[in-house]
């Protein structure tokens, strides 16, 4: 069936690199992605957007970028800091039968290394 | 950090009991959605409401029931606990309101619901 998901479950990046998190989705009709972040006990945090008309939107540090050929979404994270260890998590918004939901992907688990 | 809130945070309860999760939001989201969470895995829609008065089921099934009377008030109910029902909770808003964003849902804290 349609899905969002990641390509990784887990991912760990030294202190001050740049992480980059990947998500595929397979329902072209999506016109809106969100990336979440979760910090352990709490609840998702909305992180940045993107409509399916743009390619690239950047936010302070993040950066996503949409490639709508081959249905993927990934969030880049420039100078990852102890702060971002989390879980990613990407949503797609669906139309279905006269409602939009968002579909989540399994989530990926980014642990940064002092 | 989103104006929602979720009570309790943790709730330990035995076999049988009547439960309500609290949700509310102050930011005036006309769209509310409860989500269900096991740990470290993705999220799973199972109730929605656009609007007072109106509730639909998510796409996971779940013997849970939902109201929406307030605007800003959408509680989740399971009459009877059972272990099967051990997970965390989710309350998120979306909508028209001041400077949210529309169409991105905003989450609370979240309820970890253990059941004995």
């Known amino acids: 069936g349609e899905s969002v998901g990641l390509h990784l479950p887990t991912l760990s990046v030294q202190e001050g690199d740049n992480s980059i998190i990947n998500c595929a989705y397979s329902n072209s009709a999506s016109d809106y992605f969100i990336w979440y972040k979760q910090e352990s006990g709490k609840g998702p945090q909305f992180i940045i957007d993107?409509?399916?008309?743009?390619d690239k939107r950047q936010g302070q540090r993040v950066t996503v970028l949409l490639n709508k050929t081959v249905k993927h979404l990934s969030l880049q994270i420039a100078a990852t800091q102890p702060g971002d260890s989390a879980v990613y998590f990407c949503?797609?918004?669906?139309?279905?039968?006269?409602?939009?939901?968002?579909?989540f992907g399994k989530g990926t688990k980014l642990t940064v290394n002092p | 950090e989103a104006d929602i809130y979720q009570t309790p945070r943790y709730l330990v309860i035995g076999t049988g009991k009547k439960i309500t999760l609290e949700c509310s939001q102050t930011?005036?989201?006309?769209?509310m959605y409860w989500y269900q969470q096991d740990p470290g895995m993705e999220l799973h829609l199972i109730h929605y409401?656009?609007?007072?008065?109106?509730?639909e089921k998510g796409d996971l099934s779940s013997e849970s029931t939902v109201s929406r009377i307030r605007t800003e008030h959408f509680p989740l109910t399971l009459e009877s606990a059972r272990p099967s029902h051990t997970s965390q909770y989710l309350c998120?808003?979306?909508?028209?309101?001041?400077?949210?964003?529309?169409?991105?849902?905003?989450f609370g804290p979240g309820t970890r619901l253990t059941v004995l």
């Open positions: 930011m005036g989201h006309d769209k």
């Open positions: 949503a797609e918004n669906r139309a279905q039968g006269g409602s939009e939901k968002l579909v």
């Open positions: 409401s656009y609007g007072v008065n109106s509730t």
């Open positions: 993107i409509r399916s008309n743009m």
């Open positions: 998120a808003s979306s909508g028209r309101g001041g400077a949210y964003i529309t169409d991105t849902q905003y």
